[in-house]
């Protein structure tokens, strides 16, 4: 049986929590810049990016578990976060939400 | 996380289904029974009455209407429900009174009616939650707050929709798996259940989960919706999101005129309704305003009539009858989308056949579930009793709440059912107090298994499973009067069909229950497909509630488990026995003792040496006699014969019968004062067992390397052609060979590769069913289990005694003195040549030292190859013996290079669980110079040291080389290749399952020992002929691999990288022996994965020809995928490679 070394552990939480949290924020984030970039109104949009959501949560989830380190897992994310963050932060200042 | 992507996605599908298995169960199980909610409201409401004459649609709107016209001709609206769809078993109808305040919301009033006369049926339904609380227990649970409830289910909805994807990820076959089931046939037909229940409806259970996020997808992810909707006071945007998002549109209605109206006459208006639908595809009406001069009469199809619009209606205009809108809400496309999911989800669009189908699949996603959750346990608790670890809390703890979810929980649901039935009607919170009688059921379903043992409790509860459902129509029978004997003859269909659906369930569970009590044990798993249908359709019946077939009370399957045990045992002792016989050849031969040689080869043996063949015992005999012993038994004075047996690939044949065996035998041969050889060949031998011992059959001694001691190993002049083909029978012989044994490699043995008598270990197919020659049974059953059980033990300790010696060796190797006095009892007692004899641990240690400093002098070489091992664990198993070949490289930094031939004979005892060397007696058999070989220099066994006195003078006096000596041998000739003997202990209890699975691991370690030094061995075997292709076999896809040229990842490019020394197979003129020795492994407690260190000795030559030593380790991790083992990770580090001339010694810098 494979040893449960603390690091072990310490990486299985810290890919929990990227999955988790990192995936709500990240999932949250897509739902921002889809309704910012598709050329729909903002409640088709919406509704288009939250029943698509899970998918993105789901291989995010699958991503977090295969990446070879916690660390890794966690920069994936942060990668693909800065472009959706910046989307995100475009959109709400044209619209004077942020 | 793990090593490869489909591991991990294997550990995270593991996991996650393990983690929220329960509630997902549970989630499956009452989210399929929502797909006959209204029937289970039926069937819980019994009052309610059933009328077998229910008239044409027609007929019961008209009654409906003259009942409403009656009782509230100014009511707002009226419903009328028709009886035809599933919505509504009888005819029911409400109205809702008018209200001047438009917010008010009255309840409306409701009422039954007959549909034959038109009178209300007041029948005083009680007070029940029905299908629709038992429903909606999938998502709001019970007991939680709604919006709690909600967030839990909708992580395990992702956590369940991330298990999906990666078990299909993990799945090479799912084509295959449609067609796969293999029954009794324990853990595997488990995996094959799972994955039959998985794929075969997998469409379902991905679209049935995703579509549940659906549902609350606002209240999961609340974040965006509320930054985008809040209208800028910060209150929450919910409503306008919703307003925004799911416009849910209805038909324009006008208020109430004022001005009064008579209604049109209902069942005139399905004439236009049947026109635009089709004959009774309308299922309910309701009517605003009725009696106002702007009535409308809204028309409702039956849900079955679309997927994605069952809110489409027929508007008519109450006054005049006229249809004023048909309408047909249309959605943008991800609304559609949305309405789609959601109605895939809810399933009311599924007529019966469908609706079955659905029930089907639901109650196959809940054996998913639990067949996944039995998996998980039993996977776990086979490894690590695989291990002989106890199985921890977690798998205790697993186990029993696998009892209480799968088991338990339909219980529960029962339990529902009877507390419906049997509460007082008058109870106040009747409906609630149904809930509590459920969920005290489940609480106690799963206490029941804390308590019991598992098999125990898996049975009783399935027997109580099959009592609370076989019992439920009786309940009925005796509390109402809608029981079978009048449902079934008066077409009361529905409530017929839960009576019977509960037999059914009763059924299954009584099957499961008598499945588990027999059932199968263990089995070599086999591939076979199955017809998927037939498959299918036993797993889910097995499966419905979920019985681990092969948690069988320990009873039934002990006997097999003691067949089993006593293959394994018998098969790893006889490896083990075969090894000892080979071995002893080598002990035997070293010294001439060609008696007990001859002794280890069958009547019927085939000897094919150099000299030629010979047949039979009685002429290899001879030829041991006479020709090598030139009449006598032992060596003569002065002589050295040693024939080291080194680097064994042994196979058993899968009856057990007969083995065959790949050897390597170092020659160091000759006479003091005249002589002195190198001689490296290999030999292939066949043994076979008869009466209980092992045999030589056969022998084939190939030509190798080698040549006389001052040269070395330089390469031998060219024979002429077929030189090997025409030589006749060596008649010179005093006993002559009895035919010529033409020998392929004497030609030029660079380029021949002596026959392998295994196919690639990497890639070989392992047999199916393996057996064993066993001896006689012995009775009783206990007696015959518990010497299995004690010499599985042995089997382990035999193992553990030889990683002791060789991991001494290691430590000798570099100066590790206190590692290597570790290794010693405390009071144990060393003693090496002459020396005399140190007691205890700190002594010994002292002593080592006298070899040079901790950690050896710069330059200084100190190997000391542990080879020939002959271990013997006593039968009680405290203590063992062993047999060593001792083979030193000595001297260097400073001090002259020494060659050293030892015999040792150790003892060794057990502690705890370890072992420790007792009693270490180090025969000193030859020792020369290395420049001078042994030809011209013998130097004594060493003497006592001046400077650390002996505790005890030397217990054995005897003198080296040239004397022949022969240190006492710990074992009887006549009981080398023999089976070991049992013990029959007639008062012996009966060991428990536990202790039996223990013992099967123990003797299939030993296996696993045998292999991984097969495989190590192999290796060096292959990379001495350059047979690149083979040697990568080896390996994992994945391995990572540092040998002397650099890293390869990967097995191809491992390949790439040997093939970039040059071409494959072996060169002309080319050396480079392998030896691969003195292996110390350790099988993991999961044995899956091993550890292995492994010393190579190189007899090679370099390219100028120039004879080279070489030494180094390879340290390695192997894993067994699919039964075979594979190196996963290996490393070389060289100790030296020299050229032959200058030695170890003039090596040092």
Redesign the interface.
Known sequence: ??AMTAAHRW?VFS?CVAAALGG?AL??LT??AM?ALLP?A???A??????T???T??GI??WC????TARRAWTGLAIVALPLLLVAGWF?AQRG?A | MKEGFRQSMSWLHTWLGLVIGWILYFVYLTGTLGYVDTEIDYWMKPERPHFEQVGTQREQLSVAQAYLQQQAPDAARWTIQLIGGREAPSLDVSWTDRTTDPRDRPAPHRATLDPATGEAVDYGARDTGGGQVLYKMHYQLAYIPYDKAILIIMVCTLVMFAAMVTGIIVHKNIFKDFFTFRPRKGQRSWLDGHNLLSVTALPFHLVVTYSGFLFFTYQFMPSVPDLLYADGNGRSAGLSFYEGVYPYPQPALPPASGSPASLVQLPALLNEVDRQWGRDIATALEVRNPGDASARVLVKPQETVSIAYPENMLVFDGASGRLVENFEPRHYPSATGDHVMKGLHKGLFADWFLRVLLLFMGVGGTAMIGTGLFLWANTRRTRLLAAGVQPHFGIWLVDRLNIGTVIGMPVAIAAYFWANRLLPADLASRAAWEVHVMYLAMAALFAYPMLRPPEKARVETLWLCAAAYGLLPVLNALTTSRHLGYSLPHGDWIMAGFDLTALACAAIAAICALKVRRSAAHVVPRRRPGVAGVAAAMVAVLAVLGVPSDAVSAEASRSRQIDELEIAVVRAEDISAIKTLQRAYGYYADRGLWNELADLFADDAIANYPSGGFDGQASIRAMFVQNLGQGRQGLAEGRIYNHTILQPVVDLAPDGASATGRWRVLGMLGRFGASAIWADSLYRFDYVKRDGRWKIRELTAYAGSGGGYDAGWVKPAPRPPNAAATSPIRNNLAHPADRPWIDPCEADVSVCVVPFPYPNRGTMRRPREVGAQVGPRIVPEAARAADLVRRAQRLEDEQAVLNLQRSYGYHVDRGEWRQAAALFAPDATREVGQSGVYVGRARIRRSLALAGPEGLRAGQLNDHLQLEPIVHVAPDGRTAQARIFELAFTGGGGAPARLVQNVAENSYARRGDSWVIQRMHVYTILATDYAQGWAKSALPAPGTSATLPPDQPPSVRYEAYPAVFTPPLHFEAASVGQAATPVVDASARMPSSRQLSQAVTKARRAMDHNEIENLQNAYGYYAEKFLWSEMAALFTDEAVVDLEGGRSTGRSRLLAALQARGPEGPVPGALDSQLQLQPVIEVAADGSSATLRSRLLQLARDAQGRPMWGAGIHTSKLRKQDGVWRFERMSFRRTYLVPYKVGWAGSAD
Do not use: E
């Open positions: 049986m494979r990486s890919r709500y999932v949250s739902h921002l309704v729909v903002q409640h088709k919406l509704l288009f990016a939250s029943q959501g899970y998918l949560w789901t989830i699958v578990f295969a990446a070879r709400l939400v």
